[in-house]
């Protein structure tokens, strides 16, 4: 089989639901596994239901009536007739979805968050599997919700390998053609759970792992990788080959166009992935494979803005040593910081986090009792990989601060502000 992932902007209006069927003629129907993620900005607007839903309930029935008007015209531009199935199918998700908001009684925010945000993909993939059998293919719709089994976790679920892969093979076993949601899998209890936001491509690669699959293609809004995000960077290249190891590093420090956790299902099965333009289906794009570390070996820049610069010292000028470090390491897990970025000298450490759930004010609060605390938020992580003097250059001249500067042969990373 082959796994084929199309993402929220390859799906963000009916025009992109006909091209990503130009893409499937361009590229054959057969063997084929297709991932979707929700439509556009659906997730966004989802996670405003919760918010709403927690904060003022009164709202939440306009908020959903908004997001069904957006799927119906979806709907409306892409069947010229015999629509009737495919919209009782997404009424019934909108029904379901009203019901269980009425219903429930859990307070457990990322619980409820789960059991809602899911509907984004099934939407997504129901209204293209009904435009699939409309075009004359025998297309299979598979909840994914059936195979990728987690545990419960919500929001940032951990996989059950064994589980999933037998489920998968015996799911998909007998197929040629089929479409499933990314980002959505289910507890041991078949709740509904997630893999983490922007979780899709990983769910690719999950599919791919269980499947013994000769390949992987996400399809994106870009060429393939480039040497630096085209929304950030002026005159970007592409990368046209990157070895697994590279990638791992690239998504890691944070170049997006790869979810981090996609990569290593991959290769461990060695089984490589293209990145690929649905604009423009023939052109080659970027393969991440066995091989050659980075072709063209050009250095790559990556940018992950509003992070946070922590430097602490001791209050009475002591070292700052191992049971401190493992303190303040202790912490920075306990309240859910992703570490960017550590250097410490004799009585300072300093840390670059991400703020991802808001638990800073609480993070500081504790750390006061113990250290000397300066914060400074709002700050960019700047990663240059393979640099060499005229990129290092092109950063000073960008016109911030350096905060903090650190260099190993193959990255050198700068927090500015
Ligand atoms: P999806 O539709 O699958 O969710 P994303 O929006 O997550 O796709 O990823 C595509 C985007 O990633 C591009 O529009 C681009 O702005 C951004 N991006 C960040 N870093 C890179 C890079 N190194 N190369 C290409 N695109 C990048
Ligand atoms: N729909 C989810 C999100 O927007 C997952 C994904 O698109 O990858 O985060
Ligand atoms: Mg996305």
Redesign the pocket.
Known sequence: MKVL??????VKDAAGVKNLVHVLNTVGTQDTLVVV?AMGKTTNALERIIEVYFEDKKKVNQEILILKEFHLQIINELFESKTAKVVRAVQEYFDELIDFLKRNKAPNYNFVYDQVVSYGELLSTTIIHHYFEHQGWKSYWLDARACIKTDDYYRAANLNWEATQQEVQSHVKGKSLVITQGFIGSSSNNFTTTLGR?G??YSAAIFAYALNAESVT?????P?????????FKE?KLLHQISYREAIE?AFYG???I?PKTLQPLQRKEIPLF?KSFENPEATGTAVSKGKTLDPMIP?F?IKKDQVLIRLSSIDFSFIVEENISYIFGLLHEYQMPVELIQNSAISFSVCVNNKYKRLEELVLVLRSRFKVEVKEQVDLFTIRHFDTKALASIRKNGKQILLEQRTEETAQFVMG
């Open positions: 992932k199309f993402g929220g902007a390859s993620s922007e899709s491509d996400i399809w994106k809004d870009v393939g990788v480039l040497n630096g995000d085209p929304r950030v970007t690239l170049a997006s166009v979810h990145v790559c990556i």
